[in-house]
């Protein structure tokens, strides 16, 4: 059975930086991209980024570009989201997800961790 | 505001017939297959259709997807009450190399 489980957020203040990670199980990681999306308070879905099987290709939303790094382990079977100069517009519930490699839908979820960003 | 638009809302009273809209682009919805959530307030989203129309294994074929140029509905026949949750539209945008997901439309169960 797939299984994704989010860890490492919390509280953080303004400016700071967190490392998300993903644990993965239950299928063959290192052949699936995995992609990161969050979700603040009260509100939408918004994707983050992607990261291929091989870490050979990678896509960020222009809201995080350059201050958010994703990447993986195959080795560790983990996916990790680096964020870096924090804001309080940042704060959201974050999600880990398989892309199934069609249409970049993801089939499989991770339950969340929240993320909130204040002094 | 979001590239895929949305309405906020659709209601329905059980057994019925309702679908969702999401409006886009010929760089998005136009070029590349739609994906289709339902998300339960507090747990994590669950994808209900995939490239336009295709099922995951265990979502109803109650529920079922469609795709016209730049616009995709989503319907949902024989409305249950357990239905009732956030939908969310889902495509890539080619311009953007960006995916994109719509605003979201609530789903009442009146």
């Known amino acids: 059975e797939v299984h994704l489980v989010e860890s490492g957020g919390g509280l953080v203040q303004p400016g700071g930086s967190l490392r998300l990670s993903c644990a993965a199980s239950g299928f063959t990681f290192s052949t699936y991209s995995m992609t990161w999306v969050r979700q603040a308070p009260g509100q939408g879905l918004q994707w983050l980024s992607y990261i291929s099987g091989s870490s050979g290709i990678i896509y960020y939303a222009d809201s995080v570009k350059g201050r958010f790094t994703i990447s993986r382990d195959n080795t560790k079977n983990s996916l990790y989201l680096q964020m870096n100069s924090l804001r309080a517009e940042d704060t959201a519930i974050y999600y880990c997800?398989?892309?199934?490699?069609?249409?970049?839908?993801?089939?499989?979820w991770g339950q969340g961790t929240l993320v909130t960003v204040s002094s | 505001q979001s590239v895929l638009a949305q309405p906020p809302s659709a209601s329905g009273t059980p057994g019925q017939r309702v679908t969702i809209s999401c409006s886009g682009s010929?760089?998005?919805?136009?070029?590349?297959?739609v994906n289709w959530y339902q998300q339960v307030p507090g747990t994590a989203p669950k994808l209900l259709i995939y490239n336009d129309n295709e099922r995951p294994s265990g979502v109803p074929d109650r529920f079922s997807g469609s795709k016209s140029g730049t616009s995709a509905s989503l319907a949902i026949s024989g409305l249950q009450s357990e239905d009732e949750a956030d939908y969310y539209c889902?495509?890539?945008?080619?311009?953007?190399?960006?995916?994109?997901f719509g605003g979201g439309t609530k789903l009442t169960v009146l």
């Open positions: 997800a398989r892309d199934m490699g069609v249409t970049g839908a993801d089939d499989y």
């Open positions: 010929s760089s998005n919805i136009g070029s590349i297959g």
């Open positions: 889902a495509v890539w945008d080619g311009s953007l190399e960006s995916r994109l």
